[in-house]
């Protein structure tokens, strides 16, 4: 009895665990298949977990001169996703507010420094929500 009251116990432990990794692989996969270009280096910066009305900002280095794609996805509970990058003092450059489960932003640095990025879960059905995001280097422009 005893012997089956601690599988049952790790059975139950184990469980948010596996399904942590699943949509933590979900939502990765996501990232690297919405830049699948074979010129594309995709640079998965972030993932991670969200609840409804979380936002949660990481550092990027960006290269002076370069083009890049930065996407934000998120699992299938995720009903909507808000992507900003932050200029090196803070300040909102842009934003995408405008995708449901994929907003995605251009942008070319204008200076090779140390950029924010802020993604908001503005809703999700089950909390929390998977998020990940990819930053694209596309090309530098010509001196």
């Known amino acids: 009895m005893r012997v089956g009251i601690v599988v049952l ?17 979900q939502v990765q996969d ?6 699948a270009r074979p010129s594309a ?3 998965l910066k972030q993932s991670g977990m969200l609840n409804t009305d979380e936002a949660a900002s990481f550092p990027a280095t960006l ?12 699992d299938d509970d ?3 996703l808000q992507l900003t990058l ?15 489960s994929l907003p995605t932003l251009h942008f070319t640095a204008a ?10 879960m503005e809703g999700c059905r089950w909390n929390p929500c998977w998020y ?3 930053v694209v280097p596309l090309r530098k422009k010509p001196s």
């Open 9 to 25: 116990a790790l059975a139950v432990l184990a469980t948010p665990a596996i399904a942590q990794q699943r949509w933590e692989r």
């Open 30 to 35: 996501r990232a690297l298949n919405a830049v």
């Open 41 to 43: 280096r995709a640079v």
């Open 63 to 74: 290269v002076q001169g370069t083009s890049y794609t930065i996407i934000a996805v998120c």
């Open 78 to 80: 995720c009903a909507r």
């Open 86 to 100: 932050l200029s090196p003092s803070g300040s909102d450059i842009a934003k995408e507010r405008n995708s449901e």
């Open 111 to 120: 200076t090779t420094a140390v950029y924010g990025i802020r993604v908001v």
């Open 132 to 134: 990940a995001i990819a």
